[in-house]
């Protein structure tokens, strides 16, 4: 596609639900990373995926995230057992190369997660 | 963690004047750096890039200011216009990371018809 696609652009769930998340990266981008933004914040970085591995895990908050990205290109987010702490907007990005390799990323327009 | 802050989290310029956007990093080994621009429900959209071996690069309207002395950055956007109003945020990437970007907390900028 012309652009990064996330789905759902909305999700709305209840405490302690399972949920996964979608993200369609640009074609031929090797690198993807999610983020989270809480409202009036800046994203905060999640996970980092090169190809169909997790390169760097290091931000998810604890083990009821987790994300697969099977065939290199589409990623699940998936959030076990939610916590209306986890309500914000999940953003994903991907870029031509990543680590070492310093190129643009380029952002979908996120999915919303209300937890209730 | 990083500390990616900007100067002003509001700024306000009349349509046509030029802005500028300020930004200081903290982390001396960041060698690449990243605009983007976030309209409201929307994701951040890159505006432009500079590299560590840079300290200035242009594009159309806008221009970014990198002083590595200083640990600062900055977006200038020419004749700024209505359809520039948006969060600008500034991303840092540490070469030691080699991964994450840290994202400020960004600087709202409302352009006065």
């Known amino acids: 596609g012309a652009g990064v696609s996330q789905t759902p652009s909305n999700k709305v769930t209840e405490k302690g639900k399972y949920v996964e998340l979608r993200c369609d990266p640009i074609?031929?981008?090797?690198?993807l990373y999610w983020y989270r933004q809480s409202l009036g914040q800046g994203p905060e970085f999640l996970i980092y995926?090169?190809?169909?591995?997790?390169?760097?895990d290091s931000g998810l908050p604890n083990d009821r995230f987790f994300a697969v990205r099977p065939e290199g290109s589409v990623s699940t987010l998936k959030i076990q057992r939610t916590e209306r702490g986890d309500s914000a907007v999940y953003l994903c990005?991907?870029?031509?190369?990543?680590?070492?390799?310093?190129?643009?990323?380029?952002f979908g327009q996120g999915t919303r997660l209300t937890v209730v | 963690g990083e500390s990616v802050g900007l100067h002003l989290p509001t700024l306000s310029v009349q349509e046509g004047d030029n802005s500028i956007i300020n930004c200081a990093y903290s982390?001396?080994?960041?060698?690449?750096f990243i605009w983007y621009k976030q309209e409201s429900g929307k994701g951040p959209q890159f505006i432009i890039d500079i590299r560590s071996n840079m300290d200035k690069r242009q594009g159309q309207r806008v221009t970014v200011l990198l002083n590595k002395t200083v640990k600062h950055l900055s977006l200038q956007i020419a004749a700024t216009q209505p359809g520039d109003s948006a969060v600008y945020f500034c991303a840092e990437k540490p070469r030691n990371t080699g991964n994450q970007f840290y994202f400020g907390t960004g600087t709202s900028l409302t352009v006065i018809p």
């Open positions: 995926f090169q190809g169909t591995g997790a390169a760097d």
């Open positions: 074609s031929g981008h090797t690198a």
């Open positions: 982390n001396s080994a960041s060698d690449y």
């Open positions: 990005a991907s870029s031509l190369t990543g680590g070492q390799m310093n190129t643009e990323a380029f």
